[in-house]
């Protein structure tokens, strides 16, 4: 929790002092009534004294003004609430190496379950569509909030031969992010989830790419996607090693300023996934406490009086 106006909070400081006033006129009111009473006295003179009774709605007297004073700081917290409209782009690789089964059932596979995943769990104010590429991007759904459609595009995601065009999937996926239609005069911000399991090896630079995202302001979410002895069975029936290699896709993800990650098991890329359907879908805002504070000061102060006017027929 914080407070929008934290200064007003030196009020509290006053409530220390105000205590030891009305210890000290305590202190002053017994000493005059054994001044004016003798001791063997008191008793019959006062049969029914209040005890600590009589310092209850003084107590909660304080508490309520505390809450008052702090209401008045405008006390607030962060809450995680579904944004009013974005869009994201899911970019997957479907080269040849996205079929080694390092990553069970295979790369492509498990990629192609986390970004179904996204879909579904993503709030409907965010626009979702799908790329694929492999020597050339695919756009197999433009951005869209019936997530059902995206969800069948993802789907389709199938092995696409030799090649790994990242440069011109991100371009294409900043295409698409950019015929979405303006709110309230405004673009809604966009995202790409990019993965893939190695480096760009055709068409435009990766890097020239991502720079492209950043001054568009889209941040590029990068996953790379198997472990250090992944392999495929080529057309001669041998094994080619396709290890992953994350460097490149860490570097597109610091230049558009977004995050890199990486993901050596199926659950791992879920993981990844649901994280970032609530981090892309959600924003944080400051919500107000004022209201409850107010209420429960005026409750302590309507206490105070009420037990105060039943007790000692006054206002404390």
Do not use: C
């Amino acid at each position: 929790m914080s407070f929008a106006s934290p200064l007003v909070l030196l009020g509290l400081l006053a409530l220390p002092a105000l205590a030891a006033v009305y210890v000290r006129e305590q202190r002053a009111r017994t000493v005059a009534q054994r001044a004016f009473v003798s001791q063997p006295l008191t008793a019959s003179v006062v049969p029914r004294r209040p005890g600590l009774r009589r310092h209850v709605p003084v107590v909660l007297l304080a508490l309520g003004v505390a809450a008052l004073i702090a209401a008045a700081a405008r006390p607030q917290r962060r809450v995680l609430v579904p944004v009013r409209s974005a869009t994201v782009m899911l970019v997957n690789d479907v080269s040849a190496s996205m079929q080694s089964t390092d990553v069970k059932p295979s790369r492509l596979r498990a990629a192609q379950r986390a970004a179904s995943r996204f879909a579904s769990v993503a709030p409907a104010s965010v626009r979702v569509g799908q790329i694929e590429f492999a020597r050339r991007p695919t756009l197999l759904q433009s951005p869209t909030s019936d997530h059902a459609l995206t969800e069948r595009a993802i789907a389709q995601l199938a092995p696409g031969g030799g090649g790994t065009a990242i440069g011109e999937a991100i371009e294409t996926a900043l295409t698409a992010i950019a015929s979405v239609p303006k709110v309230d005069g405004r673009r809604p911000p966009g995202a790409i989830v990019l993965l893939s399991d190695g480096v760009s090896n055709v068409g435009v630079g990766p890097l020239a790419a991502a720079a492209q995202a950043r001054s568009r302001h889209v941040r590029i979410y990068t996953i790379a996607i198997g472990t250090a002895g992944g392999t495929i069975r080529g057309r001669d029936g041998t094994r080619i090693a396709v290890p992953v290699d994350p460097s490149q896709l860490r570097a597109i993800a610091l230049s558009s300023g977004g995050t890199a990650y990486t993901a050596a098991d199926a659950v791992r890329v879920e993981a990844i996934y649901t994280h970032l359907a609530r981090t892309l879908g959600h924003t944080h805002v400051n919500k107000a406490l004022v209201a409850g504070l107010v209420g429960a000061a005026l409750g302590l102060l309507l206490l105070a009086g009420a037990l105060s006017l039943l007790w000692f027929a006054r206002l404390a």
